[in-house]
Structure formats: C-alpha cells, structure tokens
C-alpha cells in the first residue's frame, strides 16, 4: 500500500484549487464577455428600431408628399363615364355644349383621353378630361346634374386613397339613407341629419361598420333561406338607433 505524505496531499491541494480559481476565473471572463456581448447586441438593435421608425416617419412624410403632388397635378381633371366617341376631344366639347349648356372651345381643354383601365377590350373606358382653369372644372361639376338619366357620369380624377375614402362614404351614405335618414356628402365628411361625421367617427361606430362589411358579404348570390335570414337581421338592424360617438359638440342621436 502506498502512503501519501502530509505534504504531498497539501501540494495535490494547493493545485486543485489554483485549477478552480483558473475555472472561476474563466467563467468570469466568459461572463463578463456575455455581458459586454449582450450590451452590444442590445445596443444595435435598439439602433434598428429606431432607425425602423425613422424610416417609418420618412416613409409617412413621402407618402403625403406623393399624395399632395399627384392631387396638385389632378386638381384640374375630370373623368367622364359612359360617353361614347370617336373623336374624344369633339365629342367631350359637344357634351359641355349640349347637355350641360358651356360656352367651351376646345382649345379650354389642355387634353382629353380616354383611360386605359384593363379588363374587357369591348369596355368604354371612361374619358379624362384636363381643363385649363379651375373656373371651367368647378362650372362642369356644378352643371353634372343635367346628365341624370343619361348614363353619363362625371367625377373629378381622385387619387388611389382619395378614392377609396370616397367609396366608403358612399357606402356609409347609402345606409343612412336606406334608414330614413338624410345623407349629404361634404368633402371628405359625411352629414347625417345635420351632423358631420369624419370618415374615422363613422368607422368607429360598430354597428355601420358591421352593416357595411354584411352587405359586401352578401352581395353575391345567396340560397333562398340566406336570403331570408339577411332580410330578418336587415330589419332587426333598422329597428336599432346608429349611436354616435360621444361629444361635447355633437350630442345629437342619429335615429
């Protein structure tokens, strides 16, 4: 049997616990760069994100540039609807001069041409119009209800958003008045009953949201039982008050 001295077992000591000070200090390190290496991840990302939002911002701010620019370059043109034609410059001259009673020559319209707006070949696509004052825009808007019945139909040149804004107020627009209600579209506001509404408050009220969104859903063909079920919720809705928001200035219910 071999004996081990005192003093070799205090040395076999000594080293094992300089390996666990080495081991200490190795994880400390290993700790310390973690650390540093976790700040340093943490610090790029939050430069990311903040880069991210700038972006967002710029992006925001170039889009109303966009928007603001492509509203200032249409801010003098008209679409036509359903306005047969070879000769598109002649025959948008003859419509102001006939139907709508404008004194126009056709040197009044900087250009006309008919929009290429895709699907059937055989589709009259609708007619642009580019006046060359406001004066003769704002006189062929007002005078466009002599063309009720017609089937021709005049709109300024909106923009993408423009549009679609304009579309949901008339869908808001013709559920108030399925409603009974009175329903006048004021720029981008819609007045019901004598209240103006933004887009944003009619978006807010759930119930005209709920209704726009069904009728989209069931525009299409539906069995004879949806149909009959759609009718019985159409009338439980009409039953119902469309309840603004509060306010301070507009109290009044919409019935």
Not at 85 to 98: S, W
């Amino acid at each position: 049997m071999v004996e081990i001295s005192k003093e070799e077992i205090y040395k076999m000591f000594e080293k094992i616990t300089q390996q666990n000070d080495n081991l200490s200090k190795q994880v400390d390190n290993l700790k310390d760069e973690l650390r540093t290496y976790k700040k340093t991840i943490q610090n790029k990302i939050d430069t990311l994100e903040k880069q991210n939002e700038d972006l967002k911002e710029e992006n925001v701010k170039l889009k109303d540039r966009l928007i603001n620019c492509e509203r200032k370059i249409k801010k003098y043109n008209l679409v036509i609807y359903n306005l047969e034609g070879e000769n598109i410059q002649q025959t948008v001259v003859d419509l102001l001069h006939q139907k709508l009673k404008i004194n126009c020559e056709a040197n009044d319209l900087r250009d006309s041409y008919r929009l290429n707006s895709g699907g059937k070949h055989n589709k009259l696509h609708p007619i642009l119009i580019e006046c060359m004052n406001s004066r003769l825009r704002a006189q062929i808007l007002s005078e466009a209800k002599k063309l009720k019945g017609t089937g021709i139909f005049i709109s300024p040149d909106y923009t993408v958003e423009d549009y679609q804004k304009k579309k949901l107020l008339y869908q808001f627009q013709k559920l108030a008045r399925g409603r009974d209600q009175s329903a006048t579209i004021r720029g981008n506001n819609l007045v019901i009953d004598g209240v103006q509404y933004s887009l944003d408050e009619l978006q807010q009220m759930k119930s005209v949201s709920s209704d726009v969104d069904q009728s989209e859903l069931h525009r299409s063909d539906s069995t004879s039982s949806a149909s009959s079920a759609s009718q019985k919720r159409s009338r439980e809705l009409n039953d119902q008050a469309i309840k603004p928001p509060k306010k301070t200035l507009r109290s009044q219910t919409i019935k």
